[in-house]
């Protein structure tokens, strides 16, 4: 018999019963194939390597990482919470060390979900990501976390929720934005003032291959782990940077993704986007399920996989080096950056509009934080939607000081003397949700 030289833990939810419509890229064919190769190659007969049931997570545990408007039954169905109780479960089988690392092989996916979501955007209503994240921090203690997002599209959902925070390290490789949804993830996005520099955000122009990847893991991400020491180490594990995927333009292969998997080391990997669904998905989920394993995965490869015509072009490589140092020369810049970026106690604000390309929903936001050197800060956020409700929604964060504590309720405070359709408390250090 086989056995693995990790103990690893795999969840599938396939999500039968949620799709945009019957043909669109996002359906359950996207993780069934997976799960007839995954049988066929004889996964689960290997030793050490272990099938989860999800779990179904509950309204309190979204509202540790989300307002959602008008509530958390409207925007969501049963799978979403069964995805995100995928995740969790794998969390903890993770951190009450029954198995040294996990994939979460889970459907209706969540990294363009915003602290705010009024909807679906880019296929997501909740982050799965995020909602595991804070059950981690509520029930085990951790406190700092890395997030290192490889889908091909930016995770503009995982970024807005840790903006403010210096205990996460989001870290998200993409198409860039100028070529492809949501738009966002720039190199200049780099997180608020109590966190800038802890969101580093990396866009890698069309046609990446192979090489390009690797070369921003072992060059940029590794050497910011190593600095930063998280806890945990998190993969939003996206899988439509591979070279036949349909909705985008790289060149990343099967191979590509397990050697990238090694190098990461992560605790847990959670499954987003990819739409390849016969040519890749079976292929590239079964070399990262290796890799997590600890196995041998030279022999995953795709039946039209052709070297010579993935080879990334000398341009291509000469840009992604000046990326690299450009997000580098902000990592080490970091502290600095947040000394200038606003004065202890003071109120800063920043403006946002947000599309909800699912739902067609247009969100307008004004977000207040409170600059702060020993904590991520107090944070109120108005939000208008069209269609749909005006609701303000503050947020005190799980390392609150004494002084954002006593902000975020006279936020609280003063928005029940103005007129919102919600208005909503998210007290984390107490674990509590209050509506008005």
């Not at 190659?41 to 990482?65: M, Q």
């Not at 202890?344 to 509009?353: K, L, P, S, T």
């Not at 947000?354 to 800060?377: P, S």
Request: glycine share 8%; charged share 25%.
């Amino acid at each position: 018999m086989l056995k693995s030289n990790k103990k690893t833990g795999l969840v599938f939810f396939p999500a039968f019963d949620w799709a945009i419509d019957p043909t669109h890229p996002e359906r359950e064919e996207r993780l069934l194939y997976t799960q007839d190769q995954v049988s066929e190659e004889g996964v689960f007969d290997i030793k050490g390597i272990k099938e989860y049931k999800p779990d179904l997570v509950t309204a309190h545990e979204i509202r540790r990482t989300h307002f959602c408007v008008p509530d958390e039954a409207t925007i969501t169905t049963k799978s979403h919470l069964i995805s995100a109780g995928g995740a969790t479960a794998i969390a903890r089988a993770v951190m009450e060390k029954k198995i040294d690392n996990g994939f979460a092989l889970v459907r209706p996916p969540g990294h363009h979900a915003m602290r705010i979501s009024h909807g679906g955007r880019g296929f997501c209503h909740i982050n799965m990501e995020a909602v595991m994240v804070e059950m981690i921090r509520q029930e085990y203690g951790v406190r700092r976390v890395a997030i290192v997002d490889t889908d091909c599209h930016h995770g503009d959902g995982t970024n807005d929720i840790y903006w403010h925070d210096p205990d996460t390290l989001f870290i998200s490789l993409h198409q860039d934005g100028r070529t492809l949804y949501p738009g966002s993830g720039f190199t200049g996005e780099l997180g608020g003032p109590n966190a800038k520099g802890t969101n580093l955000n990396i866009p890698l122009p069309p046609t990446t291959a192979t090489e390009g990847y690797l070369y921003i893991i072992r060059n940029t991400v590794l050497p910011a782990l190593e600095e930063f020491k998280p806890e945990i180490i998190v993969n939003s594990a996206g899988q439509d940077n591979h070279y036949t995927d349909p909705l985008t333009n790289m060149k990343f292969s099967a191979q590509g993704y397990a050697e990238l998997t090694t190098l990461l080391k992560p605790d847990i990997a959670v499954l987003e986007g990819g739409y390849s669904i016969e040519g890749a998905l079976p292929y590239v989920n079964l070399g990262i399920i290796l890799a997590l394993a600890g196995m041998d995965y030279s022999r995953v490869v795709e039946p039209d996989y052709d070297e010579e015509r993935l080879k990334q072009s000398a341009h291509v490589t000469d840009s992604i080096k000046k990326i690299s140092d450009v997000i580098n020369g902000y990592w080490h810049r970091r502290y600095e950056m947040r000394e200038k970026a606003g004065r202890h106690g003071e109120i800063q604000e920043r403006h946002r509009e947000i599309f909800y390309d699912t739902d067609n929903i247009f969100e307008r936001q004004k977000e207040k934080v409170r600059v702060c050197r020993d904590c991520a800060g107090a944070i109120e956020i108005d939000s208008k939607a069209s269609p749909g409700l005006h609701i303000m929604a503050i947020h005190i964060p799980i390392n609150a000081c004494n002084a954002c504590r006593e902000t975020g309720y006279e936020m609280f405070d003063r928005a029940q003397k103005k007129k919102y359709d919600k208005i909503f408390l998210q007290d984390r250090p107490k674990d509590s949700y209050i509506i008005k």
